[in-house]
């Protein structure tokens, strides 16, 4: 029998069955008959290639990218906008991503913002108001005093704790500046009670002890508004008072009955916070209305406790 002739390597070869390109496990050489029988094995499979199941193909890299293009981000299907007309297509096209109503909340924004920093603004200066008359170097307004008031019940500076305080001093017999504060020191108290309810309280320091006894304070001050307190005391009281508060007068101290003379005193507004602290004097200069409107925001600044209505009075 004639030894089979090995075929050319061809490239059908590098598709044979992989048992017939093992290597061998031993070192040593492969038998004729193991070399033979894989011979005609390759042989018939160069001769009958076997049919190989092919992949499908991958799609191209630019179709992969259309379809990745096209691929909505989320969880449903991204809608198409539908115009009617041409028309209003070239419209919306031409408008861009900017209509009435992005201008419109832009323009309101920008207003809102303008108005919250104006109020920080104004917020802030007043703190430093306050914090600049408590803090050190500055001169002390208020204290400590011990008066009457137009009943005849004593009044202390521990009365005006817990409500803020306006107090004014001035006297009974005083031709004209004196009633025009007082008219309108009551249309500050309702104007702050509108706004920010009974959190404050309205005091009329006498600068004339001397003719201004209990009784008379309390008709003259009815004339004005209900819910003024009148205090008066002695020339000594009173000059301890108006000293706490750093406010000038000229009364003398040993009057006769029925004696004239004049009286000359500081024309201010003290307003004090509910521990006691001065917050800021309100002159002749500001209205009822501004000055309303500088007491309501103090009031509104105000984070510790207040006492508001019948609780907060005597």
Same mark, same amino acid.
Not at 177 to 204: Q, S
Not at 239 to 265: E, I, M, N
């Given at each position: 029998?004639?030894?089979?002739?090995?075929?050319?390597?061809?490239?059908?070869?590098?598709?044979?069955?992989?048992?017939?390109?093992?290597?061998?496990?031993? @070192?040593?050489? *492969?038998?004729?008959? %193991?070399?033979?029988?894989?011979? $005609?094995?390759?042989? &018939? +499979?160069?001769?009958?290639? =076997?049919?190989?199941?092919?992949?499908?193909? @991958?799609?191209? *890299?630019?179709?992969? %990218?259309?379809?990745?293009?096209? $691929?909505?981000?989320? &969880? +449903?299907?991204?809608?198409? =906008?539908?115009?009617?007309?041409?028309?209003?297509?070239?419209?919306?096209?031409?408008?861009?991503?900017?209509?009435?109503?992005?201008?419109?909340?832009?323009?309101?924004?920008?207003?809102?913002?303008?108005?919250?920093?104006?109020?920080?603004?104004?917020?802030?200066?007043?703190?430093?108001?306050?914090?600049?008359?408590?803090?050190?170097?500055?001169?002390?307004?208020?204290?400590?005093?011990?008066?009457?008031?137009?009943?005849?019940?004593?009044?202390?500076?521990?009365?005006?704790?817990?409500?803020?305080?306006?107090?004014?001093?001035?006297?009974?017999?005083?031709?004209?500046?004196?009633?025009?504060?007082?008219?309108?020191?009551?249309?500050?108290?309702?104007?702050?009670?509108?706004?920010?309810?009974?959190?404050?309280?309205?005091?009329?320091?006498?600068?004339?002890?001397?003719?201004?006894?209990?009784?008379?304070?309390?008709?003259?001050?009815?004339?004005?508004?209900?819910?003024?307190?009148?205090?008066?005391?002695?020339?000594?009281?009173?000059?301890?008072?108006?000293?706490?508060?750093?406010?000038?007068?000229?009364?003398?101290?040993?009057?006769?009955?029925?004696?004239?003379?004049?009286?000359?005193?500081?024309?201010?507004?003290?307003?004090?916070?509910?521990?006691?602290?001065?917050?800021?004097?309100?002159?002749?200069?500001?209205?009822?209305?501004?000055?309303?409107?500088?007491?309501?925001?103090?009031?509104?600044?105000?984070?510790?406790?207040?006492?508001?209505?019948?609780?907060?009075?005597?």
């Amino acid at each position: 029998m004639a030894r089979p002739v090995l075929p050319a390597r061809t490239p059908a070869l590098l598709s044979s069955p992989s048992h017939c390109l093992r290597a061998p496990t031993s @070192r040593a050489r *492969a038998p004729r008959q %193991h070399l033979a029988a894989c011979a $005609r094995k390759c042989s &018939t +499979f160069a001769l009958h290639p =076997q049919p190989h199941a092919h992949a499908p193909p @991958r799609p191209s *890299a630019l179709a992969e %990218h259309g379809r990745l293009r096209h $691929r909505p981000f989320g &969880t +449903f299907p991204r809608q198409q =906008q539908q115009y009617k007309t041409v028309e209003e297509a070239r419209s919306r096209y031409r408008s861009g991503p900017f209509s009435w109503r992005a201008g419109l909340l832009f323009l309101l924004s920008g207003a809102g913002l303008i108005v919250y920093f104006r109020y920080e603004k104004a917020r802030i200066e007043r703190q430093r108001i306050a914090a600049a008359a408590k803090g050190a170097g500055a001169p002390k307004v208020g204290g400590p005093f011990s008066l009457v008031d137009h009943d005849g019940r004593p009044f202390t500076d521990a009365d005006l704790r817990g409500r803020f305080a306006l107090v004014y001093f001035g006297f009974t017999h005083c031709p004209d500046i004196c009633p025009e504060e007082l008219d309108k020191m009551a249309a500050m108290v309702d104007r702050v009670t509108a706004r920010c309810g009974d959190a404050m309280t309205p005091v009329f320091i006498t600068c004339d002890p001397a003719r201004d006894t209990p009784d008379v304070v309390k008709r003259y001050l009815a004339e004005f508004h209900p819910a003024l307190i009148g205090l008066t005391g002695t020339w000594e009281q009173v000059k301890a008072a108006c000293k706490a508060y750093r406010v000038y007068f000229s009364t003398p101290p040993d009057v006769k009955p029925g004696q004239d003379y004049l009286v000359d005193h500081s024309i201010y507004f003290y307003l004090m916070d509910p521990q006691g602290d001065f917050v800021e004097a309100i002159g002749r200069q500001h209205s009822a209305e501004q000055a309303a409107t500088i007491i309501s925001r103090h009031v509104g600044d105000w984070r510790g406790p207040l006492q508001h209505g019948r609780e907060g009075r005597r």
